[in-house]
């Protein structure tokens, strides 16, 4: 069992997190993400409409389409640089002549960038409410907490895919181009892309469905969609196998606690491998 709550494991998370705080990248962005908030309010989306959601549930929509694009390859990017960096920038050896474990090392800095990554989200889905509320708008509450909780599994399923590259890469630059390379393949397989490739060799239908929900990319624009468009008209065809295979409140379930499982098992994985490798 790991233990979250050690000395070790804190000292780690405040270092991670106060050395996050002082980079020009973390307010950079926090800042677009609370800017284009700003933005969509100015652009007037929330006077537009569209399969019956207007105001701030339309605006919600929007952010979260943008957020499924950008965010996994800025997590992935961020984070698979942060064991192999600090074992390139010689940080390992100082570690290892503490009194710290290798899974205190590992989980505080898997929180850190969880923290920072996430946060910004979710003020910025916050700040939209609140500025929402004071246009004296609607406020879609339902979509407001299951968005916050699929920002949460999106960010925690790439946090644990990086650090498990972060784990095994040699060096920041091959952890990079692979990190990048694991987030095309996702985005060619999103919307069900595979299908005319599958369809070709004449495979069935439902696997070839049941194959792209692996993608956690697509299980998170599925789940956005779901609340948004309860009959998922908008996937055509593909909607039908969905919603006759599982109900929509299980989908929603699943849409959260499947990223977070992948998540924790990379996650997991590459504690083992960090515990276990030559560090330096």
């Not at 946090?159 to 393949?185: E, H, P, T």
Request: aromatic fraction near 16%; glycine fraction near 6%; charged fraction near 10%.
């Amino acid at each position: 069992m790991i233990k979250l709550i050690t000395k070790e494991f804190r000292s780690v998370l405040k270092l991670d997190l106060n050395q996050t705080l002082r980079t020009k990248g973390f307010w950079i962005y926090s800042i677009l993400f609370g800017g284009f908030i700003a933005f969509l309010f100015v652009s007037g989306i929330t006077e537009t409409q569209i399969i019956g959601f207007v105001g701030l549930g339309r605006l919600m929509v929007t952010f979260m389409q943008v957020c499924m694009v950008i965010i996994p390859i800025y997590v992935l990017i961020t984070v698979v640089r942060s064991i192999v960096g600090d074992k390139e920038n010689n940080v390992m050896e100082y570690m290892l002549s503490l009194p710290v474990s290798f899974s205190d090392f590992f989980w505080g800095k898997f929180v850190a960038k969880f923290i920072v990554i996430y946060i910004p989200l979710f003020v910025s889905l916050l700040l939209a409410v609140i500025w929402g509320a004071i246009s004296n708008l609607d406020i879609p509450w339902n979509m407001f907490f299951l968005y916050s909780a699929l920002l949460a599994a999106m960010v925690f399923c790439f946090l644990g895919i990086g650090m498990l590259i972060s784990v095994y890469a040699r060096s920041q630059d091959f952890a990079v181009s692979f990190a990048f390379v694991i987030w095309l393949i996702l985005v060619a397989f999103i919307d069900l892309l595979l299908m005319g490739i599958l369809l070709k060799f004449r495979v069935d239908p439902q696997w070839v469905i049941g194959i792209g929900m692996l993608n956690p990319l697509q299980v998170f624009r599925v789940g956005v969609l779901v609340l948004f468009d309860p009959k998922l008209t908008v996937m055509g065809p593909a909607a039908y196998f969905i919603l006759d295979t599982v109900s929509r409140s299980a989908f929603i379930v699943f849409s959260i606690l499947y990223p977070i499982s992948i998540g924790l098992l990379f996650a997991w994985w590459g504690n083992r491998r960090f515990n276990n490798k030559d560090v330096i």
